[in-house]
T-cell receptor
Framework: GAGVSQSPRYKVAKRGQDVALRCDPI?????LFWYQQALGQGPEFLTY????????KSGLPSDRFFAERPEGSVSTLKIQRTQQEDSAVYLC????????????FGPGTRLLVL | KQEVTQIPAALSVPEGENLVLNCSFT??????LQWFRQDPGKGLTSLLL?????REQTSGRLNASLDKSSGRSTLYIAASQPGDSATYLC??????????FGTGTSLTVIP
């Protein structure tokens, strides 16, 4: 596609529910990143993939957060047993080569946990 | 851990005014610095990327400068327009590839 796409765009979950957020990177982009952006804050790094390998997951806030990119293209960020503090916009970005190159961002998924 | 600060947090200016947004960072060992624009409900759009060996980059009415030794960058917007209204984020990129974002400056340009 022309850009990074994310789905769903909005998600409302009850506390304790599991959610799955999808990211479709730009075709051919090797690197894929997930960020969490709380209201009024800048994005905070969660995790990074190079192809299917998850090279850095240091930003995942707890073991309830899990990300995968099994075929080196589409990625899914899963949050188990959601809590109210998980409410945020989850942004996905991709870059053509290494992690230090310009990243192209998707529109984000706005998650609200009630 | 790298800390990135942006001042001011919000700015409101009349159309046509020139303005400066500030970004400061605590660790000067950076690979690149990038300025982004974020519109409500949308993702981030890259505006300018400055490599650590560069002092500034220009694109149209935008000029970004970088002073690594003092840990500062500025984004200069000339002749502001209502369409420039958005949140502006700066991000520093470490050699390991980590991106650290500031909290952003919310800009409103009044027609």
């Amino acid at each position: 596609g022309a850009g990074v796409s994310q789905s769903p765009r909005y998600k409302v979950a009850k506390r304790g529910q599991d959610v799955a957020l999808r990211c479709d990177p730009i075709s051919g982009h090797v690197s894929l990143f997930w960020y969490q952006q709380a209201l009024g804050q800048g994005p905070e790094f969660l995790t990074y993939f190079q192809n299917e390998a998850q090279l850095d997951k240091s930003g995942l806030p707890s073991d309830r957060f899990f990300a995968e990119r099994p075929e080196g293209s589409v990625s899914t960020l899963k949050i188990q047993r959601t809590q109210q503090e998980d409410s945020a916009v989850y942004l996905c970005a991709s870059s053509f080569g290494q992690s230090r190159e310009t990243q192209y961002f998707g529109p984000g998924t706005r998650l609200l946990v009630l | 851990k790298q800390e990135v600060t942006q001042i001011p947090a919000a700015l409101s200016v009349p159309e046509g005014e020139n303005l400066v947004l500030n970004c400061s960072f605590t660790d000067s060992a950076i690979y690149n610095l990038q300025w982004f624009r974020q519109d409500p409900g949308k993702g981030l759009t890259s505006l300018l990327l400055i490599q650590s060996s560069q002092r500034e980059q220009t694109s149209g009415r935008l000029n970004a400068s970088l002073d690594k030794s003092s840990g500062r960058s500025t984004l200069y917007i000339a002749a502001s327009q209502p369409g420039d209204s958005a949140t502006y984020l700066c991000a520093v990129i470490q050699f390991g590839g980590q991106f650290y974002f500031g909290t952003g400056t919310s800009l409103t340009v009044i027609p």
